[in-house]
């Protein structure tokens, strides 16, 4: 699977957008970019994915490159429950072990 | 819907002794089923993961062992642990290679 490089820590605004940044240079043309997040003292929780297009469901975007080397992860509204560590990972469709690699993330503070 | 039920949230140990986590998936059927711990501070690191009943694949060479007597059941366990095996554990499922559903984890200290 794809390296992904993220910033270690951003801080946002209660109620501004938040922008993830990720870098995954090296993705392939079969590969995903999956984003989950991790609150304090809990399990990760799947945000969202996408393959090419950009992606939006309820809890946020997803806007990638069209060369598919970066991706964006857009939180709206961020509100103080959003302060989480995020992860990006990018990965192929493989129905035999197909574990995620998780990275360190971003660690996003929301102030209010 | 599918639930995943973990336990013990939280867990102390002493060195040597044994450890048997176990992790139930409802909800679903031949679900793939996994472990990751998380050392303080750290990213989650992929410990096993299992296709089905009995058939079990280890990600990195360690004090653990996992098995998987159902296939909605999957347990950790060591016969002896180190203080090294202090961390967040992590069981996971997830169908067709798709999102990973995660439990609410165990933190385990070994003393």
């Known amino acids: 699977d794809a390296k992904t490089t993220q910033p270690p820590s951003m801080d946002c605004a209660e109620g501004r957008a938040a922008n993830l940044p990720c870098n995954h240079s090296?993705?392939?043309?079969?590969?995903?970019v999956y984003w989950y997040r991790q609150i304090h003292s809990q399990g990760p929780q799947y945000i969202i994915h996408?393959?090419?297009n950009n992606e939006t469901n309820e809890m946020a975007s997803l806007i990638i490159t069209e060369d598919r080397k970066s991706s964006t992860l857009i939180l709206p509204h961020a509100t103080l429950r959003d302060t989480a560590v995020y992860y990006c990972?990018?990965?192929?469709?493989?129905?035999?072990?197909?574990?995620?690699?998780f990275g360190g993330g971003t660690r996003l503070m929301v102030k209010p | 819907s599918q639930t995943i039920h973990q336990w013990p949230a939280t867990l102390v140990q002493p060195v040597g002794s044994p450890l048997s986590l176990e992790c139930t998936v409802e909800?679903?059927?031949?679900?793939?089923l996994y472990w990751y711990r998380q050392a303080a501070g750290r990213g989650l690191q992929l410990l096993f993961y299992?296709?089905?009943?009995?058939?079990i694949s280890s990600e990195v060479p360690q004090n653990l062992s996992a098995s998987r007597p159902q296939d909605r059941q999957f347990i950790l366990s060591s016969k002896k642990l180190l203080l090294s095996d202090s961390g967040f554990y992590l069981c996971?499922?997830?169908?067709?290679?798709?999102?990973?559903?995660f439990g609410s984890g165990t933190q385990l200290s070994v003393l």
């Open positions: 990972i990018v990965r192929a469709y493989n129905n035999a072990g197909n574990m995620l690699t």
């Open positions: 090296t993705i392939s043309g079969n590969e995903y």
């Open positions: 909800g679903t059927s031949n679900p793939n």
């Open positions: 996971a499922w997830s169908l067709n290679g798709e999102k990973l559903f």
């Open positions: 299992s296709v089905g009943i009995g058939q």
């Open positions: 996408g393959l090419k």
